[in-house]
């Protein structure tokens, strides 16, 4: 790939040390966030009774349908710069540039509506402990486990994603036996429309999951994205089907359309105990969303740097440590930035329904992609091939096509203006600066190429 050789890099490479179990945690961490309860507890208010975790299986099926393809084209182009090469190859340089910047200015957004979502429940149970602070050292800590190298940072995934998971579904499984497992309504959800309706808004309780792709250099053996990329989503969709039932069933309608139902819902089923331990449950989730966010979205802006269409000391690697520092500490501080700016102007909910729409929008062009490079590149080798091409595709497409444009409509002025900021600002750069970092990054290969030419030929050669 071009300028992977650039003396930005120092010759250093990722290390490969990560297994299926950081894979599964990184995807299902950024996904499984203090705001999905948010999304679960809108998903119940819509489906009639307690058939909510139908929606949530629906949603779930339409998420391993999507993580069919991003592991199709992962394994043809194992990749940290992940949906940016995937993007070119189908589409070309230009779009792929657009959709991957526009993606991180999206990703930064929802971190920051993140953090203010985490402000709310923390205030609910702790009104005297300032969230900011809470959201400073998160990311303090996220940024510190990052630097000190991949394994350390998978670790800390690792614990934390399991230990929030386990704690969804133990909060699950108390909801049903204080109802003495009587669910009458489990199986009436309201009329395929109402499932229709509450599976739209569910679906994007899985968003994120694909962004375990830029690990795609750090594991150690490539079949291990597609893996845990279906692995995360069977794991989410059990959770989510449990802890929104579980919500539907206890909380009145007017919780479910609260900033804090988690709260509320852990207050009634066990008192002051419970809204404790739901305080703790939205720090770790919050937590696996800024780590895993740092660590792949890093390696996405180390890849884009090394293969120059950003600056190139963002592709600097600790010689030791191997991570990619400079990426990781700019993306720190603009995350940071934004988390406060969000929580000074008392939230930003815009920035979750554009996240959900540029989902909506990469979701729809990865289904299309495999299409395409089926057609265009037939005889390319595909480790992993997604099934029922092109129909299956086709149709995913469509829903998460639908979709997307239904977030943006959601979000209003907003979102809009949100997209125009960004869009403006991204097609800018592609289109100004990327050509002067380019040849930025080929004069500097050039001159690495002559003077080890002038090495080779002696101090005393002209």
């Not at 199986?187 to 679906?203: D, R």
């Not at 609260?258 to 739901?278: H, I, N, S």
């Not at 080798?381 to 149709?395: D, E, N």
Request: proline share 4%; glycine share 10%.
């Amino acid at each position: 790939m071009q300028g992977q050789a650039d003396a930005g890099t120092r010759g250093q490479t990722l290390r490969r040390a990560l297994t299926l179990r950081t894979v599964i945690s990184n995807s299902a961490g950024l996904t499984f966030a203090t705001s999905s309860f948010i999304a679960a507890a809108q998903v119940a208010r819509t489906t009639a009774g307690d058939a909510a975790w139908i929606a949530v299986l629906v949603a779930g099926l339409l998420a391993l349908l999507v993580a069919q393809s991003f592991a199709e084209l992962n394994g043809m182009m194992p990749t940290s710069a992940a949906i940016r090469v995937y993007l070119q190859r189908a589409f070309g340089a230009n779009l792929a540039l657009v959709v991957s910047g526009l993606y991180m200015f999206v990703v930064v957004l929802v971190l920051a509506a993140e953090a203010m979502v985490l402000g709310q429940a923390l205030h609910f149970e702790l009104p005297g402990v300032p969230a900011a602070g809470w959201i400073v050292l998160l990311l303090v800590v996220a940024l510190w486990v990052n630097l000190r190298g991949v394994e350390i940072a998978g670790l800390f995934q690792d614990v934390l994603t399991y230990l929030v998971v386990a704690s969804i579904l133990a909060f699950s499984w108390l909801g049903f036996a204080h109802a003495h497992w009587r669910l009458p309504n489990a199986l009436h959800p309201g009329g395929a429309g109402s499932v229709l309706q509450a599976a739209a808004v569910g679906v994007f309780l899985f968003v994120g999951f694909e962004w375990v792709t830029p690990l795609s250099e750090e594991v150690t053996d490539n079949s291990l994205v597609a893996k845990g990329m279906t692995g995360a989503v069977l794991l989410l969709t059990v959770a989510y089907m449990g802890i929104t039932t579980a919500m539907g069933h206890w909380l009145p309608r007017s919780a479910l359309t609260g900033d804090v139902p988690q709260m509320v819902f852990a207050v009634r089923l066990l008192g002051a105990v419970g809204g404790l331990w739901m305080v703790l449950i939205c720090l770790g989730a919050s937590a696996t969303t800024f780590n895993a966010g740092l660590t792949a979205a890093s390696r996405f802006l180390y890849a884009t740097a090394r293969e120059g269409a950003a600056p190139a000391w963002l592709a600097r690697v600790h010689p030791t440590r191997l991570t990619p520092e400079n990426a990781l500490y700019a993306l720190f501080g603009v995350t940071l930035a934004a988390a406060l700016a969000v929580g000074l102007a008392g939230g930003l909910t815009g920035s979750v329904d554009l996240g959900a729409a540029l989902e909506g929008v990469v979701y729809t062009l990865a289904s299309v992609a495999v299409i395409r490079l089926r057609r265009r590149e037939p005889a390319a080798p595909r480790p992993y091939r997604a099934w029922g091409v092109p129909w299956l595709q086709i149709a995913v497409a469509v829903i998460f096509g639908v979709l997307g444009v239904a977030s943006l409509v959601q979000g209003g002025l907003t979102s809009v203006l949100l997209l125009l900021a960004g869009g403006g600002l991204v097609t800018w750069y592609v289109w100004r600066v990327v050509p002067l970092l380019r040849a930025a990054a080929r004069a500097r290969r050039e001159a690495a190429r002559a003077a080890r030419a002038q090495a080779l030929r002696g101090p005393g050669a002209e």
